[in-house]
């Protein structure tokens, strides 16, 4: 994350240059001697933080090197493309994909220097806010997917004023997304996030929960009412589910958009009305706009900016966290009690169909179980939620390797230990597939008879040794 040292207002960045008969780092920082950024040579003991990487050519040693000094994206780097340089046979997105945060073709002859800075300050921002307590004491997670959504939203909220769709499935977060963009957006003077779940608005009333109603405008309206788009004005409004909305309706709230004016049910008088306008769904709605469930003229007026709010499988390593921060929740003013191994590997290796919203509900569960003040153990797990798999049969039948090694990891295995469950996995996998049969398996792993008949002999010697125990 971009922090500065000495003063607030300079940026300590690095450069590092792949051609320095070209472009060396020291004629480079004589570019930013009127910026509020203070550049010095890259080394190992300083290559901590933002960074500035020169290159001619996109090769898979930049890459690599990206990949060690932007810390698995934590840290901001952008790449300098030397003049004269071609892109046309290269993969630029690559540079992206290993960790720089923007790509940059050198021209001496444009004020790249100003551009640079702006985008540091720019990142700096971001960061600064990604680490105050309204980020770090609400939106929990240090997961690449989780901080991934967190940048955009910083940046979507802060520095546009643009509608927002968020697309996730159940749980992941949409509604604190919302929040945040609200609590963030500097540029409205209504406190309030004005909330409507569109599964609950009635077309047959013309939607009266938008647009508000007048007095006898239909039976049951006994009195004047203000809809979602008066109390939101100045302010947030957030659609949830918005792909639940009736056509008819859409119509309407595209009208609202376009013309920024609105008219309660049962009146003529045309109303101002200005806000920033939040969209909730758990499905693309994209597939549905051939399908003529949601308008195109719709979708792309509020689909300025999209974001996916990742789900729980995708973020192993904020399980953890999110458990101790959920079990703060359960007992407040107390500090969580620590969790059992085989406790942690649960909560690591469980599905989660309802994502942070069920992981919520069952640490909310164990929590209600749990007595005095020793670790939670496995016999705190109601009885319902029990796995019924053992932990390597769920590895084998996960569906990603990444993801089932970052389970591992964090369940605190170590490197030796994953060589071994991967062995063993892989070994009886195939086992299985070829029923047992030593030479077949032997063959499709390319390994000899004796190293498998080996392998079995070890294992239960191993069991052996455990048993006698």
Not at 268 to 274: E, L
């Amino acid at each position: 994350m971009i922090t500065t040292t000495e003063s607030p207002e300079k940026i300590n960045v690095w450069l590092h240059s792949f051609c320095p008969q070209v472009l060396s780092p020291e004629d480079l920082g004589l570019h930013f001697q009127n910026t509020f950024i203070r550049a010095q040579p890259y080394h190992p003991n300083n290559g901590r933080g933002p960074g500035i990487i020169v290159a001619s050519e996109i090769t898979p040693q930049i890459c690599d090197f990206i990949r060690a000094v932007s810390e698995d994206n934590n840290e901001r780097i952008l790449v300098l493309i030397t003049e004269g340089a071609s892109l046309g046979n290269s993969n630029p997105w690559q540079i992206l994909h290993a960790g720089a945060s923007d790509v940059l073709l050198w021209d001496q002859n444009s004020d790249l220097a100003s551009v640079m800075n702006a985008k540091f300050q720019r990142w700096r921002e971001i960061d600064e806010l990604m680490n105050s307590p309204l980020i770090q004491n609400r939106l929990i997670g240090n997961s690449r997917a989780w901080k991934s959504a967190l940048c955009q939203l910083i940046e979507i909220a802060r520095f546009t004023d643009d509608p927002v769709v968020l697309i996730g499935e159940t749980g992941t977060g949409k509604e604190l997304a919302a929040r945040l963009i609200h609590n963030l957006d500097l540029k409205r003077n209504n406190p309030d996030l004005i909330i409507l779940d569109c599964t609950t608005v009635m077309p047959d009333l013309s939607g009266s929960e938008l647009f508000g109603h007048e007095k006898g405008s239909f039976t049951g309206a006994v009195s004047s009412r203000d809809g979602a788009f008066a109390l939101a004005d100045g302010g947030t409004l957030f659609l949830d589910e918005v792909g639940e909305l009736p056509l008819s309706l859409q119509v309407q709230l595209l009208r609202v958009l376009q013309e920024h004016t609105y008219k309660r049910v049962g009146s003529n008088v045309w109303h101002k009305v200005d806000f920033r306008l939040i969209c909730a769904t758990n499905r693309e709605l994209r597939n549905n706009l051939d399908l003529g469930q949601f308008r195109k003229d719709l979708y792309y007026r509020i689909a300025h900016w999209v974001v996916r709010m990742p789900p729980l499988r995708e973020r192993i390593e904020d399980i953890i966290p999110l458990v101790e921060y959920f079990m703060r929740q359960a007992r407040p003013g107390k500090e969580p009690p620590q969790l059992d191994y085989k406790v942690q590997e649960y909560f690591l290796t469980r599905e989660y169909p309802g994502n942070v919203r069920d992981l919520r509900s069952l640490v909310f569960r164990i929590m209600a179980r749990h007595l005095g003040s020793g670790p939670i153990t496995i016999g705190d797990i109601p009885s319902d939620e029990r796995p019924i798999k053992t932990m390597g049969q769920q590895v084998q039948h996960d569906l990603s390797i990444e993801q089932s090694i970052r389970r591992a990891v964090a369940s605190g295995l170590g490197l030796k230990e994953i060589k071994r469950l991967v062995e063993d996995t892989t070994i009886r996998v195939v086992l299985e597939d070829q029923a047992g049969n030593l030479q077949q398996a032997a063959r499709v792993l390319d390994v000899t008879d004796r190293t498998l008949q080996k392998h079995r002999a070890d294992q239960l010697r191993d069991l052996q040794v455990t048993v006698n125990r």
